[in-house]
């Protein structure tokens, strides 16, 4: 949980312990621990996880879940606890979940993080000055 303003959203409450009704070895891997984002240059962000616990088995791979709305995503698996996500479009929100799949199954998908992409400033502008003569000059 955490809370959100005008000013944008504040840290996570820390994690606590999910509790199952079977026992943990014989179940998916609960959600990571909610994903940090950070800039890593122009439409990319670096997006790390941690893992809760791994449902009695260990954890195979981590699913990364790069969504704009619930129909237009991506998934990218990887046995990391990080992944950079480039080619972002600026100005469009991008949310960002995670879940973990041991040997009992695919974990849900933990809360999400989003990020709006910035467009890069412009650069350094070329000035190119042309003399000219004007009405005063050519009277003379």
């Known amino acids: 949980v955490r809370g959100c303003n005008s000013a944008g959203a504040g840290p996570w409450v820390d994690a606590v312990p999910l509790h199952t009704d079977y026992p ?3 179940a998916p891997p609960p959600p990571p621990i909610p994903p940090a984002l950070a800039p890593a240059g122009t439409g990319s962000v670096h997006v790390t996880w941690k893992p809760w ?3 009695g088995a260990q954890v195979l791979n981590y699913t990364l879940r790069a969504c704009v709305s619930r129909d237009d995503y991506v998934e990218q698996t990887t046995n990391e606890l990080h ?3 480039s080619q972002l479009r600026p100005n469009t929100r ?3 979940a995670v879940r973990a799949v041991n040997s009992r199954g695919r974990g849900d998908y933990g809360p999400e993080d989003c990020v709006v992409p910035r467009p ?3 650069g350094r502008p070329t000035l190119r000055l042309n003399a000219m003569s004007t009405a005063a ?3 003379a």
Do not use: I, R, W
């Open 53 to 55: 616990k791994d449902g």
């Open 120 to 122: 890069e400033p412009p």
């Open 24 to 26: 943990a070895s014989t």
């Open 94 to 96: 991008y949310c960002f």
């Open 137 to 139: 000059d050519s009277l």
């Open 83 to 85: 992944a950079v996500v």
